[in-house]
């Protein structure tokens, strides 16, 4: 779990954030309440930093920026999962403010029959002391239910927390490999190569593709190409590790990403899978049937510097394509 504040601790960081939300040219918004939370309990540093740049230059934070830090910092959710967050904690600031409004009027309106009990003199007598102990119990329950709907609060928002990172994790996943998905691999490789200022130390990519898989499905349906890519890419888990991005490009392409593997290192890991996908052998349904062997052909690309990310990955896929064209079943390194 992200947050493991208290109950003293968060309801104190609600307290905090508010009136940070209500100064800024933004709306009183989820995507705003996360914000300004790590930024008052200071859980957040790369969050912190920016939002007093922004704050140093311009005074106040407008609704871009405000739901370009949520962004950068704080979550990347679906459109579907931040409305959902959106429409839950709308209803937590509503039941909040109409719990707060009653606790401010049980306060004032104990304020007021201390001042007119103080002003008339009947504070020393019976009746006066019965209305005073009458008034300060009322405020002591509204307190008290505001309390407690702020412990209800912080429990609604944290699993709101939850169903939003497991919205985003599903929004980078494959559903049918468990591997990341293109759009996520995309983001990965542009801050991978963004990070990249040792031209010794260049990330290598894999492209990965099934050979005859169209093929294998006009043979034995869709349901078992399904269960072929599921195979593939277990193998493929198997064998990435450390900072290694495993992704489903398309189809029954797959990439790999390495980091801080050389280009020796990634010939070797493309045969490693290779190898392991033709020994591999995979039964039909609950047949003992073993169909016709799975291959794989992979292309190998070394990372130039100051080349675009577009670029590295159609190197990658043209090393792939003459693997192909060589026979299948083989590895091809990328030129420059």
């Known amino acids: 779990m992200k947050y493991q504040h208290s109950k003293t601790e968060s309801s104190e960081y609600l307290r905090r954030a508010l009136p940070l939300m209500s100064n800024q040219d933004a709306g009183l918004h989820p995507i705003s309440y996360a914000v300004w939370y790590e930024y008052v309990s200071g859980m957040n540093v790369a969050l912190n930093a920016a939002a007093d740049k922004l704050l140093t230059s311009q005074g106040k934070l407008s609704e871009r920026d405000v739901i370009m830090l949520f962004e950068r910092y704080v979550a990347d959710v679906s459109e579907e999962a931040a409305s ?14 109409h719990s707060t409004t009653a606790a401010s009027d049980e306060a004032g309106a104990f304020g007021d029959t201390l001042q007119r009990l103080s002003d008339s003199g009947d504070m020393q007598r019976p009746e006066g002391i019965a209305e005073l102990m009458q008034s300060a119990q009322s405020m002591r329950t509204s307190v008290s239910t505001l309390q407690n709907k702020l412990d209800d609060s912080r429990r609604e928002i944290e699993s709101l927390r939850v169903e939003v990172a497991r919205a985003r994790e599903a929004s980078r996943t494959d559903g049918l490999t468990g591997l990341v998905n293109r759009k996520s691999f995309d983001e990965v490789l542009a801050s991978c190569l963004a990070d990249v200022s040792n031209p010794d130390a ?91 062997r799975i ?18 990955i159609e190197r990658a896929d043209q090393a792939l394509y003459a693997a192909k064209q060589g026979g299948r079943n083989r590895v091809n390194v990328a030129g420059v």
């Not at 869709?222 to 189809?251: L, M, Q, S």
């Not at 291959?295 to 590295?312: D, N, W």
């Open 295 to 312: 291959t794989l052909s992979l292309g190998v690309a070394r990372y130039q510097p100051g080349e675009p990310p577009t670029r590295f």
């Open 202 to 292: 260049s990330p290598c990519l894999l492209m990965c593709d099934i050979d005859h898989f169209k093929k294998i499905n006009d043979t034995y349906g869709h349901v078992f190409g399904d269960k072929v890519i599921r195979a593939v890419a277990n193998v493929i888990k198997e064998n990435v590790k450390g900072r290694d991005t495993a992704a489903r490009y398309g189809g029954e392409e797959f990439v790999i990403l390495l980091p801080e593997t050389s280009q020796q290192g990634a010939e070797v890991l493309a045969e490693q899978i290779r190898h392991a996908i033709e020994r591999g052998r995979i039964k039909r349904g609950s047949q003992d049937e073993t169909v016709a």
């Open 84 to 97: 959902t967050f959106a429409a839950g904690f709308q209803r937590i600031l509503g039941d909040i403010s």
